[in-house]
């Protein structure tokens, strides 16, 4: 990447607090789920807090399985269009289960109430949801998840699996957009 890209993104979250807070919801999330339960993270954001996650919550004693759910809003623009499109199948590990739905963010509201309603019509008996970042004023549709990694301002976000048209997922911290 050039020079002048790195320079745009300001670092919020560096790797090691990311990585402490990780441990922390695992904690969280062993404590209160039952000990069989399906984990669906929404792709393609979710995809390194959920690897770093699962770790996690072996390290707590769980011992999820593991689905993802392709979904997207955003495109490639820095504005959601206002509608969640699923691409691909549904995950079919969910009937009959508790369901921890793991996104990156919670903005709007949309994405995490959309999925998390249609994994109900697909059978999951619970769902509990968690994010990595929340950004509670940007709020649309009233869904808070259960559980949170950091709350942040209204800013635009990348790195850590979190992209601007397809770019900046393999940084290794959460970063803010110039």
Do not use: N
Not at 37 to 48: D, H, I, Q, R, T
Request: proline content about 5%; hydrophobic content about 40%.
């Amino acid at each position: 990447m050039a020079t002048e890209d790195r320079q745009r993104v300001t670092p919020l979250f560096e790797a090691a607090q990311i990585a402490e807070r990780v441990e922390e919801l695992a904690r969280a999330i062993a404590a209160e789920l039952p000990a069989d339960f399906a984990l669906v993270g929404l792709l393609k954001g979710s995809f390194m807090f959920v690897a770093d996650l699962v770790r996690a919550l072996d390290r707590a004693g769980c011992r999820p399985s593991v689905e993802f759910m392709h979904v997207s809003s955003y495109g490639l623009g820095k504005e959601s269009s206002g509608t969640v499109q699923v691409l691909g199948e549904l995950p079919e590990s969910v009937r009959g289960r508790p369901v921890l739905l793991v996104d990156d963010i919670q903005d709007t509201g949309r994405t995490l109430s959309f999925t998390r309603d249609l994994l109900l019509e697909h059978g999951a008996t619970r769902i509990w949801t968690c994010t990595l970042l929340d950004k509670p004023s940007r709020r649309q549709i009233d869904i808070e998840p259960d559980f949170v990694g950091f709350v942040i301002p209204d800013v635009f976000v990348v790195g850590y699996g979190i992209d601007y048209a397809e770019r900046y997922r393999h940084l290794p911290y959460i970063g803010k957009v110039e």
